[in-house]
C-alpha cells in the first residue's frame, strides 16, 4: 500500500542535528540553550559555543522525533493489516476444495433457473394482458438470455465434476436444468414470431412442464 505522508516522515527524520564548534553532536542542554529569546551572539558567548542554525530550535525536537517514529510505526502496522484484510477477503470467494466449488456453480445454476422460471412467468402475463409486440419481444430476449446463462453455469460445473464425487442427486439435478433450458430455447426459436393464441397455448404448456419437473423428487 501507498502512504503518501510516510515520505513527509522519513524526510523530518533525517534532519541534520546540530552540531558543537569541535564536531560533536549537540546534546538536550545545548538544545534548551538555544530556546525562545535566545539569540545567536548569546549562544556562541557561551563556555560551549556551537552553531545554531538561523531558526530557533526548542527542546521540543527530541519530542517530535519521537511523534515522527511513532506515526510512522503506526502506518506501516495499517499497511500490514489491510493486506493481511484483502488476502483474507480473496480467499473467501475463491474456495479451494473442488466439492465447494461445484457447490457454489450449482448454486448459481439454480440461481438462473429460478430467474428464467420468473421471465416465462412474465411473458405469460403480458400474452394476457395484450400488450404491446415490442414488450412481447423484450420478454422472449429475457428469456432466451437466461437460458443461455443458464448453460453457462452448468458446463462451468460439469467441468469441476472429474474432481470430484458428486452425488447421483446432484447430477439428476443439473440434468434437469440443462433439459429446461434446452426447452426454453426451442419455445423462443419456434413461437417467437408466432401469432397470440399460438404463443399463448405454448407457454402455458411450457409453464406446467416446469411445475411438474420442478415438484419431481431427485432420485
Excluded at 546534546?27 to 539569540?39: E, I, K, L, Q, S
Amino acid at each position: 500500500m501507498h502512504f503518501p505522508f510516510l515520505q513527509k516522515v522519513v524526510v523530518a527524520l533525517r534532519q541534520p542535528r546540530l552540531r558543537l564548534a569541535d564536531s560533536k553532536l549537540a546534546t538536550r542542554a545545548d538544545h534548551c540553550a538555544v530556546g525562545p529569546g535566545a539569540t545567536r551572539r548569546s549562544a556562541t558567548s557561551s563556555t560551549t559555543a556551537f552553531h545554531a542554525p538561523r531558526n530557533r530550535v526548542t527542546c521540543a525536537a527530541p519530542r517530535v522525533r519521537l511523534a515522527l517514529c511513532q506515526c510512522l510505526l503506526i502506518a506501516i502496522c495499517a499497511g500490514l493489516t489491510g493486506c493481511t484484510s484483502i488476502y483474507h477477503r480473496t480467499w473467501d470467494k475463491f474456495p479451494p476444495e473442488a466439492d465447494d466449488e461445484l457447490a457454489m456453480r450449482v448454486s448459481e445454476a439454480r440461481a438462473t433457473a429460478r430467474l428464467g422460471h420468473e421471465a416465462v412467468a412474465r411473458l405469460s402475463a403480458d400474452l394476457d394482458r395484450e400488450v404491446s409486440p415490442e414488450t412481447i419481444q423484450v420478454d422472449f430476449d429475457r428469456i432466451e438470455m437466461l437460458a443461455l446463462e443458464l448453460q453457462r453455469h452448468l458446463l462451468s460445473a460439469r467441468d469441476v465434476m472429474p474432481q470430484t464425487r458428486p452425488a447421483p442427486s446432484l447430477v439428476a439435478e443439473m440434468d434437469r436444468l440443462e433439459q429446461r433450458s434446452e426447452e426454453w430455447l426451442r419455445f423462443i426459436h419456434a413461437h417467437r414470431h408466432a401469432d397470440a393464441a399460438t404463443q399463448v397455448g405454448q407457454i402455458r404448456a411450457l409453464l406446467s412442464a416446469g411445475d411438474a419437473k420442478s415438484a419431481a423428487p431427485a432420485r
